[in-house]
């Protein structure tokens, strides 16, 4: 079993920076893929990264490319996403989540979910 908790969500201006973290229980965690989703009220869950257990290779949503970057550190059960050039339209839950596979893939869901930090940009 896999236990995740966020931190680091609070309210910036737009063009600001936040770095979110996510803790992890459970020595399974550094043997899986983790990601970082986000959900707006009204609209539909968002992809918005992920990393493969090791942290070799990285995944984006179109919407946060260049601006977003993931990382983990498996010696302290953990992972951040480091947002920067924040927009409004950023503004949302975000949640980390772990994939009960090493290499992340889109066929596959996510199995363990934290239960969000909140990320406000105001304009």
């Known amino acids: 079993q896999v236990q995740l908790v966020e931190s680091g969500g609070g309210l910036v201006q737009a063009g600001g920076s936040l770095r979110l973290s996510c803790a992890a229980s459970?020595?399974?965690?550094?043997?899986?893929?983790m990601g970082w989703f986000r959900q707006a009220p009204g609209k539909e869950r968002e992809f918005v990264a992920a990393?493969?257990?090791?942290?070799?290779?990285?995944h984006y949503g179109d919407s946060v490319k260049g601006r977003f970057t993931i990382s983990r550190d498996n010696a302290k059960n953990t992972g951040d996403l480091q947002m920067n050039s924040l927009k409004p339209e950023d503004t949302a839950a975000y949640y980390c989540?772990?994939?009960?596979?090493?290499?992340?893939?889109?066929?596959?869901?996510?199995?363990?979910w934290g239960q969000g930090t909140q990320v406000t940009v105001s304009s």
């Open positions: 990393i493969n257990y090791n942290g070799g290779v990285t």
């Open positions: 989540a772990a994939q009960s596979r090493s290499y992340y893939s889109t066929r596959y869901k996510f199995d363990y």
């Open positions: 459970g020595r399974a965690f550094s043997t899986y893929a």
